[in-house]
């Protein structure tokens, strides 16, 4: 057990950089559809918290 721990001290960092760079590669290149899609829903959710100021919105 104690020959373990050394390696997953460098085995654990490094397949999160993985997955981080993975994740990021993948998103970098969203589709126009993707991006109209979210430009949309970001536009709706702003309408929808200039409409309700109080905090009563149901998210």
Sequence with gaps: M???VPILYFVA??????AIIWAW???RN???AT????EEGARN???????DRHGNMDL
């Design 30 to 32: 969203s589709s126009a």
């Design 45 to 51: 959710l702003r309408e929808d918290i200039e409409q």
């Design 25 to 27: 590669a993948r998103n």
């Design 13 to 18: 960092p490094m397949l999160l950089f993985a």
């Design 2 to 4: 104690d020959n373990l």
């Design 35 to 38: 991006d109209r899609k979210a």
